[in-house]
């Protein structure tokens, strides 16, 4: 596709419920990344993926989160028994090769903002 | 632990040159990264300089590093109304798993006519 797509574009929650949320990233990117963005916060880093594998979920807030990722493409965050304080932006991101150090430009999606009541 | 610190405001009057400063930690981070946030939009990459550079330029858009400070600021010229939105600095440490980004809280440009 032309950019990283994220699905739902919003998503409102009751207490309790889980909730899963979806990111496209762009075609051929081997890389993919998820953060959270907390209102009027920078962005978390929550969990990478080189290919379906994550080597780091070190960001991940606890263990009701988790991630997969599949055929080195569609990636799904499952945030499960949701509390008020997962209220936030998802935001996904994806690059070409995921190397370390940087230099490896990561493209973001438009989010996915989950308000947990 | 990384920390990316920026101020969190910044107001300036149209056609004036605006700078946001940041201030990161990790001096292993060989890249460091100016994104900008639209409301309602996700990040976008603005630029980014790579460590061994002390300056770097792509038309209004000026980045300065002071890596002994470790101590980058981005200049733009002649801001516009369309610059209004949040301005992200990030470090990617080498010792961080893939290229996963550090951000700063973000800086938040409010630009006048």
Redesign the interface.
Known sequence: GAGVSQSPSNKVTEKGKDVELRCDPISGHTALYWYRQRLGQGLEFLIYFQGNSAPDKSGLPSDRFSAERTGESVSTLTIQRTQQEDSAVYLCASSLVGRAGGGDTQYFGPGTRLTVL | GED?EQSLFLSVREGDSSVINCTYTDS????L?W?KQEP??????LT?I?SNMDMKQDQRLTVLLNKKDKHLSLRIADTQTGDSAIY?C?E?P?????????????TTLSVSS
């Open positions: 990316v292993s981070s060989t890249y990264y994104y309602g939009a996700g990040l976008q990459l980014y790579f992200f990030a990617s080498y010792n961080q798993a893939g290229t996963a980004l550090i951000f700063g809280k973000g």
